[in-house]
């Protein structure tokens, strides 16, 4: 065993205001937008559904992982960034850029 075990909400709301805070500070320090421009009422709410969506599945992907062995969740954890993005260029049909994922 190596170290303390974390809580799975906890661990997943850690990492996540960690993301948010570090994607604030890029795309301040690069001038990006952080919502389109000129995103309405809708917009904002599609961006909070997603949000929550992501939440939700990050907390069973938390819980995912502690019930099976190291090895292979450290594996799954790796490439979870190269999913995303494939799934930024393929789905998304965006650009690969930092902001972007």
Not at 23 to 36: D, E, N, V
Request: hydrophobic share 55%; aromatic share 10%.
């Amino acid at each position: 065993k190596i170290g303390l075990r974390q809580d799975a909400i906890a661990l997943t709301l850690w990492l996540g205001a960690a993301m948010v805070l570090s994607t604030a500070l890029a795309l301040g320090s690069t001038g990006l937008p952080f919502a389109p421009v000129g995103a309405g009422v809708w917009a904002w709410g599609s961006i909070a559904v997603a949000a929550s969506v992501s939440l939700i599945a990050n907390v069973c992907f938390n819980w995912g992982l502690e019930r099976v062995e190291a090895t292979p969740a450290g594996v799954i954890s790796s490439l979870e960034v190269f999913f995303a993005y494939i799934f930024q260029l393929t789905l998304l049909h965006q650009p690969l850029h930092p902001s972007a994922v």
